[in-house]
């Protein structure tokens, strides 16, 4: 495909966009060229520019990875970690564990002298113990536990994961060793442990808040036992912690953090370059090449899991037939949007597994782009003349959909070609989220980032029935064979036969076509020269506990 040509046709996308960014950019390079760094005396911390508000901070309430930026390796710690170097699952605040002969008992031998948070509100009078292992995830899975339903009783990830069905009982033996029985084997059971989703609360500070009869507390003002401390937000605004100065692990860095609160991109990188902000979530692609021409500001770029794609509401005719979805996905000239979105930085996607993953099926084959073709399929099911729907396109940039605005004008001109009309709906980001929860919408572009290197990761929180009623499935599908596939898969250890079961998932969805997958990008951030010791993980969220300034 030829940008140049489809840029002739639709240049109000694509040629005008481009350029227009890049004169804006200049523009912000020359002025902030003019204005003198800030000093370092001007402020202890450090300050990290997102692009949306958390929803939560609780890690269990959300899937969000505008939040779990913010909140999860901030506050929290997990069970167990993952390796970013290689995927492995490594210690936390287990040390060890142990695995039954039969797969369904986990025994975790807990680290002690692990200190909880002291906060303005919260004075723990103890150490970490088995005794808050139990309090977190029985909140998930014990309907009887006294915070379960205080947020609504939603847990979408665990949720997704079908938890509460997998896990019979948490156990506390002793202060430091604990035990969970499942139902049955569970092949992905350490890896969900090692998610962003898995942090560990504190049952002292639970029992607090019952006493106070404030149960609410608990997921708005947190306390938990990682690098950092709460201590205020300003919703829209900002998010400002500090130090946790017994923290376990040591060597954190800044005594402050402040997520400043910035939705628009260009906002974000005029305050990188007026150094009000140290780092930049998502820059856009188009802008990458300016901003590396800066001494001051260094681009760092990393292979990551995730996948952008485009779901329909496989409950809302016309998108229950299996004909139109196939239409819709042949009416879309993904080699524009590769150049146009994506500038190139991305991997066209035949599924959502990226390549990098132990099970991508490589012989998948690729997407086809027919207009013609796509009105054939529409006059077979019955729409001849066209229908319209809407395209819900999310507010914020995204590592998996660097633009989707763009993204969905450039759709909206191709579904024009063969008789769709198709309507561009945007909404401020966590009203954006919950709408998408209650599955309002026709169709939406959106994705899913990698937060562990087990396959599952991207077929049940995104696919399986128990996240559709989760309100995670963005597809709104629940196919139980589908289903039965990837549940065969978690019945086995032997990576071999999960991989032939996956394979087979994903030919399946192939032929399901519930969401089109369009890329798996390349992930960026934009950080100050002058701070160091921030890395990009491959497996989602951010740790700024190793953030420090460097002489200049």
Same mark, same amino acid.
């Given at each position: 495909m030829n940008l140049s040509n489809y840029c002739s046709t639709h240049t109000i996308y694509c040629c005008a966009y481009t350029k227009y960014a890049a004169a804006l950019l200049v523009a912000w390079l020359m002025l902030s060229g003019c204005q003198p760094q800030m000093p370092q005396t001007a402020r202890s911390g450090l300050v990290y520019c997102s692009e949306g508000s958390p929803e939560s901070f609780n890690p269990q309430l959300v899937t969000s990875g505008t939040t779990i930026d913010i909140i999860s390796q901030q506050l929290y710690d997990r069970l167990v970690d993952i390796d970013p170097d290689n995927g492995d699952i490594v210690a936390g605040l287990a040390t060890s564990w142990h695995v039954s002969a039969d797969g369904t008992r986990y025994q975790f031998n807990l680290r002690d002298n692990v200190s909880f948070h002291s906060t303005r509100y919260f004075s723990p009078s103890r150490k970490f113990n088995a005794n808050d292992v139990q309090f977190t995830f029985n909140r998930i899975t014990d309907l009887n536990h006294p =915070?379960? =339903?205080?947020?609504?009783?939603?847990?979408?990830? =665990?949720?997704?994961?079908?938890?509460?069905?997998?896990?019979?009982?948490?156990?506390?033996?002793?202060?430091?060793?604990?035990? +969970?029985?499942?139902? /049955?084997?569970?092949?992905?059971?350490?890896?969900?442990?090692?998610?962003? +989703?898995?942090?560990?609360?504190?049952?002292?500070?639970?029992?607090?808040?019952?006493?106070?009869?404030? %149960?609410?507390?608990?997921?708005? !003002?947190?306390?938990?036992?990682?690098?950092?401390? =709460?201590?205020?937000?300003?919703?829209? @605004?900002? *998010?400002?912690?500090?130090?946790?100065?017994?923290?376990?692990r040591g060597n954190t860095q800044p005594e402050q953090l402040v997520f400043d609160i910035v939705p628009n991109n260009a906002r974000r990188m005029a305050k990188l370059f007026t150094h009000e902000c140290d @780092? *930049?979530?998502?820059?856009?692609?188009?802008?990458?090449?300016?901003?590396?021409?800066r001494e001051d500001v260094t681009v760092q770029e990393s292979t990551s899991m995730n996948v952008g794609f485009w779901a329909f509401n496989t409950q809302k005719?016309?998108?229950?037939?299996l004909e139109v979805r196939q239409a819709l996905g042949m009416a879309i000239n993904r080699a524009a949007i590769m150049q146009a979105v994506y500038y190139g930085k991305a991997t066209p996607a035949y599924g959502i597994l990226p390549p990098t993953s132990w099970a991508y099926n490589a012989g998948l084959p690729a997407p086809m782009y027919s207009p013609a073709k796509a009105r054939a399929l529409l006059t077979k099911a019955g729409y001849p003349n066209g229908f319209t729907m809407n395209i819900w396109a999310m507010p914020v940039q995204r590592l998996y959909n660097p633009n989707a605005l763009k993204m969905a004008e450039l759709m909206q001109a191709d579904l024009a070609q063969i008789g769709i009309k198709a309507n561009i709906i945007s909404y401020e980001w966590n009203?954006? /989220?919950?709408?998408?929860?209650?599955?309002?919408?026709?169709? *939406?572009?959106?994705?899913?980032?990698?937060?562990?290197?087990? %396959?599952?990761?991207?077929? /049940?929180? !995104?696919?399986?029935?128990?996240?559709?009623?989760?309100?995670?499935? /963005?597809?709104?599908?629940?196919?139980?064979?589908?289903?039965?596939? &990837?549940?065969?898969?978690?019945?086995?250890?032997?990576?071999?036969?999960?991989?032939?079961?996956?394979?087979?998932?994903?030919?399946?969805?192939?032929?399901?076509?519930?969401?089109?997958? &369009?890329?798996?990008?390349?992930?960026?951030?934009? &950080?100050?020269?002058?701070?160091?010791?921030?890395?990009?993980?491959?497996?989602?969220?951010?740790?700024?506990?190793?953030?420090?300034? *460097?002489?200049p």
């Open positions: =915070f379960h =339903f205080e947020a609504g009783g939603i847990y979408p990830y =665990f949720q997704s994961v079908d938890w509460a069905n997998l896990v019979k009982k948490v156990e506390a033996i002793d202060d430091y060793t604990v035990t +969970f029985e499942l139902q /049955r084997p569970d092949s992905s059971f350490l890896s969900n442990l090692a998610t962003d +989703f898995a942090a560990i609360l504190s049952a002292e500070y639970g029992q607090q808040l019952l006493a106070a009869k404030q %149960p609410g507390q608990i997921d708005r !003002l947190p306390v938990g036992t990682g690098p950092f401390r =709460f201590r205020e937000y300003q919703k829209d @605004i900002l *998010v400002r912690f500090y130090r946790h100065n017994d923290y376990w @780092i *930049v979530a998502y820059p856009r692609v188009a802008e990458l090449e300016l901003i590396a021409k005719p016309p998108f229950d037939q009203s954006f /989220r919950q709408k998408l929860g209650n599955y309002e919408h026709d169709s *939406v572009l959106i994705g899913w980032a990698a937060d562990n290197a087990d %396959p599952d990761n991207f077929f /049940r929180p !995104l696919l399986s029935c128990a996240a559709r009623d989760s309100g995670s499935n /963005r597809a709104n599908w629940c196919d139980p064979m589908f289903d039965d596939i &990837i549940g065969q898969a978690l019945l086995t250890a032997d990576q071999q036969q999960r991989r032939a079961l996956y394979l087979t998932a994903q030919q399946y969805l192939h032929q399901q076509q519930p969401l089109v997958a &369009i890329a798996h990008s390349q992930r960026f951030q934009a &950080i100050s020269s002058s701070v160091s010791g921030v890395s990009i993980n491959p497996y989602g969220g951010i740790s700024l506990q190793h953030a420090k300034r *460097v002489s």
